[in-house]
């Protein structure tokens, strides 16, 4: 399972990138808005691209099929190795089938259900984001719908790719290996509680102290026969 970083904090994106773990970057308007409510949008995106080379995921704002084309088309103009991000109602799926004919990569996002999935499969979306986190927010289990979608896609051979989303902790991440995503987008923190383990500091902290232990009695050894 690859994992994407869902963010539009430089900071987070580089930190993150430098660790060779991401081959992805995901962000919506809110994440945008969140780093700068003023922030130049084309600006930011090219920073990230800049930073990650691999998938980057801008989303339109329109609502109207007409509109997300026109954005879609600024977006690529910006870069055109862009994936653009497309809401899952009816005017999102009459854009996703026409950029589809273009051969422009869509990530059809606010998927909460196996349904949705497969009509964004369907109208040819490259990625499919189901919310995971949202779900269990109001009491739903959200890696089923993962499980599900998998489960339908094996069945059938289809192509989209499962991109799970609103990942709030590791867990999230391991459960959505198990259960066949190709792809969890995590935000910063999950990402980096995901390489922490007790045992792995205390080990380190353990095997240094024995290394200057070792140190020590070289040391001492040489001045004695000195
Ligand atoms: O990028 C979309 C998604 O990952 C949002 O997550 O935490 O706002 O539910 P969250």
Redesign the pocket.
């Known amino acids: 399972m690859e994992l994407y970083i ?1 963010s539009a904090n430089i900071n987070e994106i580089r930190e993150v990138a430098a660790l060779g773990i991401i081959s992805g970057v ?3 308007p ?2 945008l808005a969140r780093e700068d409510p003023k922030v130049n949008v084309r600006q930011r995106i090219l920073e990230i691209h800049t930073l990650v080379g691999g998938h980057l ?1 801008v ?1 339109v704002i329109s609502t109207d099929a007409d509109g997300m084309l026109r954005e879609a088309d600024e977006i690529l103009a910006w870069f055109p190795e862009a994936t653009i ?1 497309i809401p899952m109602i009816a005017e999102g799926l009459k854009a996703v089938s026409k950029l589809s004919e273009q051969g422009v990569d869509t990530n059809v ?2 998927i909460f259900s196996p349904a949705q999935a497969l009509a964004a499969n369907n109208a040819g979306a490259t990625y499919v ?1 189901v ?1 995971v ?2 779900l269990d ?1 109001i009491s739903f289990d959200g890696m089923q719908v993962i499980r599900d979608v998998r489960e339908i896609w094996d069945i059938q051979g289809l192509n989209s790719l499962i991109l799970a ?4 902790h590791p867990m999230h991440i391991v459960e959505c290996a198990k259960a066949g995503a190709d792809i969890a ?3 910063y923190k999950p990402i980096m509680q995901s390489l922490k383990h007790p045992l792995t500091d205390s080990g380190l902290a353990s095997f240094l102290a024995d290394h200057q232990k070792m140190q020590a009695e070289i040391k001492k050894s040489s001045l004695s026969t000195n």
Do not use: M, Q, V, Y
């Open positions: 869902d995901t962000t919506n809110s994440l995921s989303e991000k996002t606010l984001s919310f986190g949202r927010d989303a609103s990942i709030r987008t995590c935000p």
